[in-house]
């Protein structure tokens, strides 16, 4: 066993539903990529009694209890979280810092890791098994929705991204995105998901984004995104005022990317992040320098990041001095 244990756990961007008609008995189902900033980081340790500190503490409290009863453990632990991912910003922050905590109790008391079942137990991926299959191995993944006896949604496709291709954010602070009460209730008064409209999103990622990716074809990948994103971005706008980006600064930013050639523009969830996709740094940085005026002015923040090929980062310590 280990005497401390850190994890950095990675945000993640869920470019698109695949099915949230549900006809075929399997509704939801995602698309996601792992980037690598902004990223949860904590740590834990044995303590004579339990305390947490950093930032989102009482929902890390309340994480931590849960999985010491779960695992039957009767030590306590003090956990530190030292950085986020910022909530309710669509950048899966909260299943990312419940998995961490897991993934980090798991690794001091030495038990075997498991995310789907950790998602599980932990309330997480109620639609998406993006955050459970991202926290593992990083990539690009796509899940296979809920069926009547899932529990946390499969993993049924996971590819590289390529290391040449960069990721623009897109961030509104002063604007959360819907969630908990609110979220439900959006998914209770949404109009049916049309069936066509799923057939189409399906089709897309198939024979377009995913053999774009393959084939390190950034049009074809960013034509699919963005396509998805317009199909679920209409078909949500009810819920967000109605408009599919949460922010209207965001949006009008996306917008103007989108003019300039960024491929793959589209909001993460609920946002209010926005997303485009760059072939490499320097067209990032040029289409970042060619909005500069207009975020500024719309008060946003923007920024350049990469996607990630790896999960979560799991480090064990040891204080004991080595002979």
Same mark, same amino acid.
């Given at each position: 066993?280990?005497?401390?244990?850190?994890?950095?756990a990675?945000?993640?961007?869920?470019?698109?539903?695949?099915?949230?008609?549900?006809?075929?008995?399997?509704?939801?189902?995602?698309?996601?990529?792992?980037?690598?900033?902004?990223?949860?980081?904590?740590?834990?340790?044995?303590?004579?009694?339990?305390?947490?500190?950093?930032?989102?503490?009482?929902?890390?409290?309340?994480?931590?209890?849960?999985?010491?009863?779960?695992?039957?453990?009767?030590?306590?632990?003090?956990?530190?979280?030292?950085?986020?991912?910022?909530?309710?910003?669509?950048?899966?922050?909260?299943?990312?810092?419940?998995?961490?905590?897991?993934?980090?109790?798991?690794?001091?008391?030495? @038990? /075997? %890791?498991?995310?789907?079942?950790? !998602? $599980?137990?932990?309330? #997480?991926?109620?639609?998406s098994?993006?955050?459970? &299959? *991202?926290?593992?191995?990083?990539?690009?993944?796509?899940?296979?929705?809920?069926?009547?006896?899932?529990?946390?949604?499969?993993?049924?496709?996971?590819?590289?991204?390529?290391?040449?291709?960069?990721?623009?954010?897109?961030?509104?602070?002063?604007?959360?995105?819907?969630?908990?009460?609110?979220e439900?209730e959006?998914?209770?008064? @949404? /109009? %049916?998901?049309?069936?066509?409209? !799923? $057939?189409?999103?399906? #089709?897309?990622?198939?024979?377009?984004?995913l053999? &774009? *990716?393959a084939?390190?074809?950034?049009?074809?990948?960013?034509?699919?995104?963005?396509?998805?994103?317009?199909?679920?971005?209409?078909?949500?706008?009810?819920?967000?005022?109605?408009?599919?980006?949460a922010?209207?600064?965001?949006?009008?930013?996306m917008?103007?990317?989108?003019?300039?050639?960024?491929?793959?523009?589209?909001?993460?969830?609920?946002?209010?992040?926005?997303?485009?996709? $760059?072939?490499?740094?320097?067209?990032?940085?040029?289409?970042?320098?060619?909005?500069?005026?207009?975020?500024?002015?719309?008060?946003?923040?923007?920024?350049?990041?990469?996607?990630?090929?790896?999960?979560?980062?799991?480090?064990?310590?040891?204080?004991?001095?080595?002979?």
């Amino acid at each position: 066993m280990f005497d401390s244990v850190t994890v950095t756990a990675p945000a993640r961007l869920h470019l698109g539903f695949l099915d949230l008609n549900g006809g075929l008995g399997r509704r939801f189902g995602s698309l996601g990529l792992a980037i690598d900033a902004p990223a949860t980081r904590l740590s834990i340790r044995r303590a004579a009694t339990l305390e947490v500190e950093g930032v989102e503490r009482d929902r890390a409290m309340r994480h931590l209890e849960l999985l010491a009863r779960r695992f039957g453990l009767q030590s306590a632990y003090k956990l530190i979280v030292r950085d986020a991912i910022p909530a309710h910003a669509g950048l899966g922050s909260g299943t990312q810092l419940a998995l961490a905590i897991a993934a980090a109790l798991r690794r001091l008391e030495g @038990l /075997a %890791p498991d995310a789907p079942d950790d !998602a $599980a137990l932990l309330q #997480r991926g109620e639609r998406s098994g993006i955050g459970a &299959g *991202l926290f593992d191995r990083g990539g690009l993944i796509v899940d296979g929705g809920r069926g009547e006896l899932t529990r946390t949604p499969p993993v049924i496709a996971r590819m590289e991204f390529p290391q040449e291709w960069r990721v623009i954010l897109v961030l509104d602070k002063r604007i959360e995105g819907v969630h908990g009460p609110r979220e439900r209730e959006a998914f209770a008064q @949404l /109009a %049916p998901f049309k069936a066509a409209a !799923a $057939a189409e999103i399906c #089709r897309l990622v198939l024979v377009k984004a995913l053999p &774009g *990716l393959a084939e390190r074809d950034l049009s074809s990948f960013g034509d699919a995104i963005a396509r998805i994103q317009d199909v679920v971005g209409e078909y949500f706008a009810p819920a967000q005022g109605g408009a599919p980006f949460a922010s209207p600064a965001v949006a009008e930013v996306m917008r103007e990317l989108r003019r300039h050639g960024a491929k793959g523009t589209g909001q993460s969830s609920w946002g209010p992040t926005g997303f485009a996709f $760059a072939v490499n740094l320097h067209e990032a940085q040029h289409l970042c320098d060619l909005v500069h005026e207009k975020v500024v002015t719309l008060g946003v923040d923007i920024a350049i990041c990469n996607g990630l090929n790896h999960g979560a980062l799991v480090k064990g310590e040891s204080f004991a001095a080595v002979n």
